[in-house]
Structure formats: structure tokens, C-alpha cells
């Protein structure tokens, strides 16, 4: 088992900034990837950016040039950097730690995939 602890979250008008951050503990070799999804109501929870170890980062087309992500692997912390948020970035953030696996038709997730608790991030004015 991997636990996941977040912080950072909050309200930020539009073109503001936020950061995001997770901690790791547990069973971490047996994942590959940390990152960061979000999901609002009525929605499937989507990816947003995370980081394969020994890779680079893989980023939503929404948010690349806005947001970047940063891993200590050192203290198994993932940070989530959002610059020029929009009110469509408004959603729940879930700290993700799970293990990637690349196939002819893209990324297979898990198992294991673990989740955090959530942290809501609203951007209105």
C-alpha cells in the first residue's frame, strides 16, 4: 500500500497562481509514476500531469505552458505548479501514485493505482 498525503488547494481569482503538493509513503517501489488528475461533478476523474521515474513528465494538452510538476524522489514528494489558471481548471485534485506500463495503445494504469483525499481548487473572480 502506498498512502498519499496532499496539501495546497484553495481559492485564486483568474490568471493566479497555486501549488500543489503530495507526499508519499509505503510501498513506493512498486509504482513508477506520481502525479497529480482532477475531476469535477458528473465527470471521469482526468489526468492533469504526472512524472514516470527514470522519465519525463506527461502533461494534459489544457494545461501544458501553464502547469509544471516536479518529483523528489529523494523524499517521494510531488509538487504540482499551476500558473494562469482559468475557471475551467476549477476541480478536484487527486494525488495519484500508480504504476505506468506503455502499450501499442498508450499508457496501461495500474494496478496498483492509489489515490489521495482530494483537494479542491477553485478559480473564480
Known amino acids: 500500500q502506498v498512502q498519499l498525503v496532499e496539501s495546497g488547494g484553495g481559492l485564486v481569482q483568474p490568471g493566479g497562481s497555486l501549488r500543489l503538493s503530495c507526499a508519499a509513503s509505503?510501498?513506493?517501489?512498486?509504482?513508477?509514476?506520481m502525479g497529480w488528475y482532477r475531476q469535477t461533478p458528473g465527470k471521469q476523474r482526468e489526468l492533469v500531469a504526472t512524472?514516470?521515474?527514470?522519465?519525463?513528465?506527461i502533461f494534459a494538452d489544457s494545461v501544458k505552458g501553464r502547469f509544471t510538476i516536479s518529483r523528489d524522489n529523494a523524499k517521494n514528494t510531488v509538487s504540482l505548479q499551476m500558473n494562469g489558471l482559468k475557471p475551467e481548471d476549477t476541480a478536484v485534485y487527486y494525488c495519484?501514485?500508480?504504476?505506468?506500463?506503455?502499450?501499442?495503445?498508450?499508457?496501461?494504469?495500474?494496478?496498483?493505482?492509489?489515490w489521495g483525499q482530494g483537494t479542491q481548487v477553485t478559480v473564480s473572480s
Open positions: 509505503g510501498s513506493i517501489r512498486s509504482i513508477n509514476a
Open positions: 495519484n501514485a500508480e504504476l505506468l506500463t506503455p502499450t501499442s495503445s498508450g499508457w496501461k494504469r495500474g494496478p496498483p493505482r492509489y
Open positions: 512524472i514516470i521515474s527514470g522519465g519525463g513528465p
